[in-house]
């Protein structure tokens, strides 16, 4: 390799990069188009090319079955593990304290309905015994207000009969009394109407016997 006089001015930076191949600049994309279609790439484990041959769904790609159906394995043991040793314990505990509450407030209900039958029992006899009681005390005291009026009638009947008797007597005296008067007036005025019809005077037994015979008629 001839030296010139240019070259020899030249750094050593300047005179390497003279010398670096041309393909030292190609781009990271060139690199990739550059590289043969079935050339394996160690990111993915997809050969280049082949990502967008197919165009099938990748859960329909029949080459991903086995592991399709390995993580459909693992993920139903996972759930059904999960659901028998957490979930379903959880909630059959939830669902027996639900019955053993639902039990208890029947049980409850059962006592104090019990309880209330008790007392609608209790107070219908005691309401039954106490109309009967007012019932005896209404009758024994009719039967005691009954005797007392009988009894009272019967002084104040006596009283009358006694009084009735005593006015009786009393009348018959006075009556006797009247009569008695009634013979003395009337043999006085006989002894006058005879002395003045016959001009003489009758004696008084003729009078009193007239008297009496007039009466007697």
């Not at 005179?15 to 188009?33: G, K, M, R, V």
Request: avoid cysteine; charged fraction near 25%.
């Amino acid at each position: 390799m001839s030296v010139t006089p240019a070259s020899a001015e030249s750094t050593p930076f300047e005179i390497a990069q003279a010398e670096t191949p041309a393909t030292s600049h190609e781009t990271p994309a060139d690199t990739h188009a550059a590289q043969p279609a079935g050339e394996v790439h160690t990111e993915t484990g997809v050969a280049h090319g082949d990502e967008h041959a197919t165009g099938v769904f990748p859960p329909f790609d029949q080459t991903t079955f086995a592991s399709q159906l390995l993580w459909l394995a693992i993920t139903f043991g996972l759930f059904y593990l999960l659901m028998s040793k957490v979930v379903i314990p959880r909630i059959g505990g939830i669902l027996e304290t639900r019955h053993d509450r639902i039990a208890q407030d029947l049980d409850e209900a059962s006592r104090l309905k019990a309880e209330a039958d008790a007392a609608i029992a209790s107070y219908e006899q005691d309401l039954a015994s106490a109309r009967a009681k007012g019932n005896a005390i209404a009758s024994t005291a009719r039967d005691e207000a009954k005797a007392k009026a009988d009894a009272e009638r019967a002084k104040i009947e006596a009283s009358l009969q006694d009084k009735i008797a005593g006015a009786e007597a009393r009348i018959a005296e006075i009556k006797a009394k009247a009569l008695a008067d009634v013979g003395a007036i009337a043999e006085e005025t006989t002894a006058a109407l005879v002395e003045q019809l016959i001009g003489a005077k009758a004696t008084k037994a003729e009078i009193a016997s007239a008297v009496k015979t007039a009466a007697g008629e």
